[in-house]
């Protein structure tokens, strides 16, 4: 895993200084691109996000709003994955996460901060709930837990 750690110059980009993002990609030309999980602190960001939350930083933007690059190994045996979605009020998403073979890990679950989006964005704070459970075949489930998790 490579992060890139931002120092408070890229702020006038309209990227939050406080978070490492994920690099991408690297191109021959010195183009860096970054995936962006965090929202944006400015309505009109100055850097042009892809629908995917990437964006890239030219050499120049590197140098300016860069402080340092982390490479991080990560044991190969995990993987990551990141799942977003937005609602408006009354509205929620499902999500199913299919392991195949016995394992353990970590499941983890943010709210994005409300001070990171548009004004205009009609987002609003709500509650979401967690519920694991292992499916044995159609007929039959074990539960494993469950959870609430409610913002203010």
Same mark, same amino acid.
């Not at 309209?14 to 690099?23: D, K, L």
């Not at 050499?59 to 690059?69: A, E």
């Given at each position: 895993m490579i992060l890139a750690v931002p120092n408070e110059r890229i702020a006038s980009l309209?990227?939050?200084?406080?978070?490492?993002?994920?690099?991408i990609n690297y191109t021959a030309k010195g183009t860096l691109e970054l995936r962006n999980s965090w929202g944006t602190l400015e309505e009109r960001s100055k850097i042009s996000f892809k629908p995917e939350g990437t964006f890239e930083l030219s !050499?120049?933007?590197?140098?300016?709003?860069? !402080?340092?690059?982390i490479v991080a190994h990560l044991n190969p045996a995990y993987f990551t994955t990141t799942t977003q979605s937005r609602h408006k009020y009354g509205f929620y998403s499902s999500y199913n996460f299919k392991i195949t073979q016995e394992t353990?890990?970590?499941? @983890?679950? !943010?709210?994005?901060?409300?001070?990171?989006?548009?004004? @205009?964005s009609g987002y609003e704070y709500s509650p979401f709930h967690v519920i694991l459970h292992k499916v044995e075949s159609k007929e039959k489930s074990i539960f494993i837990? @469950?959870?609430i998790i409610i913002f203010i």
């Open positions: 309209g990227i939050n200084p406080n978070y490492s993002y994920n690099v !050499s120049g933007q590197m140098r300016d709003s860069l !402080s340092h690059i353990h890990g970590y499941l @983890t679950i !943010s709210q994005w901060d409300q001070r990171l989006f548009p004004a @205009t837990n @469950t959870g």
